[in-house]
C-alpha cells in the first residue's frame, strides 16, 4: 500500500526560528517521486519541490531546504529563518505507480504558524 | 504560460441542486486530477482524466462525475448535492505521462456551500 504520514498536524513557531516539517511515506515501488507543497490562505496549492526516488541529494533552495532518506522513508522541509509570509498549509505527496496506474498520495498536511 | 484554471470561483446551492465545475490545465497538459477538500477530510482525491478517459477514481459515491474534452478542459459534475458536499474543490493538471517530468500543478479551486 502507499502512504504518506505527515504527523504534524499544527506547528506554531516565532519569526525567525528554523521549523522542520515531516514527511514518512511506505510504497512498495522502486521508482516514484516526492513532493511538497504550499497552501497558503488563499487556497492554491503552490508546488515547491519534486524528488525522485534515484536522488538522495538533499537540496536548498533559499530559506528551504530538503532532507531525502530512503533509509527511513523520509522526506523532510526545513524552513529557516521562518517568516510570517511562511504561513500556510504545506503538504507533501508521493506519486508511485503501485497497481500499474499511477497516482498521486497526499498527506494530511501541516499546518505552519510563523508568529510575529 | 498561463496556469491552471478554474470557474467559477465561488458557488452557493441549496440541497437537491446539482452543480458543474470547469477546470482548464496548463497548455500541453493531459491529465487532470480533481480533489475535494474539507476542513475534516483534508485533500481527498476525486477522480484524474486523460485523454478524455477516466484513468483513476478515488472513494466517492456516483453523484461525483466528470468528463474532459479532447481540449484537455475538464468539468466535474456533483448531483443532489448535500450540505456536506461543501468545499473546496481543486482542480490540477498535469502531462499525465510517466517520468520525471511529471508534476501535478494547482488551480485556485472553487469553493462551493451547500445550503
Known amino acids: 500500500a502507499q502512504k504518506v504520514t505527515q504527523a504534524q498536524t499544527e506547528i506554531s513557531v516565532v519569526e525567525k526560528e528554523d521549523v522542520t516539517l515531516d514527511c514518512v511515506y511506505e510504497?512498495?515501488?522502486?521508482?516514484?517521486?516526492l513532493f511538497w507543497y504550499k497552501q497558503p490562505p488563499s487556497g492554491e496549492l503552490v508546488f515547491l519541490i519534486r524528488?525522485?526516488?534515484?536522488?538522495?541529494q538533499n537540496e536548498i533552495s533559499g530559506r528551504y531546504s530538503w532532507n531525502f532518506q530512503k533509509s527511513t522513508s523520509s522526506f523532510n522541509f526545513t524552513i529557516t529563518a521562518s517568516q510570517v509570509v511562511d504561513s500556510a498549509v504545506y503538504f507533501c505527496?508521493?506519486?508511485?505507480?503501485?497497481?500499474?496506474?499511477?497516482?498521486?498520495?497526499f498527506g494530511t498536511g501541516t499546518r505552519l504558524k510563523v508568529l510575529a | 504560460k498561463a496556469g491552471v484554471t478554474q470557474t467559477p470561483r465561488y458557488l452557493i446551492k441549496t440541497r437537491g441542486q446539482q452543480v458543474t465545475l470547469s477546470c482548464s490545465p496548463i497548455?500541453?497538459?493531459?491529465?487532470v486530477s480533481w480533489y475535494q477538500q474539507t476542513p475534516g477530510q483534508g485533500l481527498q482525491f476525486l477522480f484524474e482524466?486523460?485523454?478524455?478517459?477516466?484513468?483513476n477514481k478515488g472513494n466517492f459515491p456516483g453523484r461525483f462525475s466528470g468528463r474532459q474534452f479532447s481540449n484537455s478542459r475538464s468539468e466535474m459534475n456533483v448531483s443532489t448535492l448535500e450540505l456536506g458536499d461543501s468545499a473546496l474543490y481543486l482542480c490540477?493538471?498535469?502531462?499525465?505521462?510517466?517520468?520525471?517530468?511529471?508534476?501535478?500543478?494547482f488551480g485556485p479551486g472553487t469553493r462551493l456551500t451547500v445550503l
Open positions: 497548455s500541453g497538459h493531459r491529465s
Open positions: 490540477a493538471s498535469s502531462s499525465g505521462l510517466a517520468g520525471n517530468t511529471d508534476t501535478q500543478y
Open positions: 510504497t512498495r515501488d522502486t521508482t516514484y517521486y
Open positions: 505527496a508521493l506519486r508511485s505507480s503501485g497497481s500499474g496506474t499511477y497516482k498521486y498520495i
Open positions: 482524466y486523460f485523454s478524455e478517459t477516466q484513468r
Open positions: 524528488r525522485n526516488s534515484f536522488d538522495e
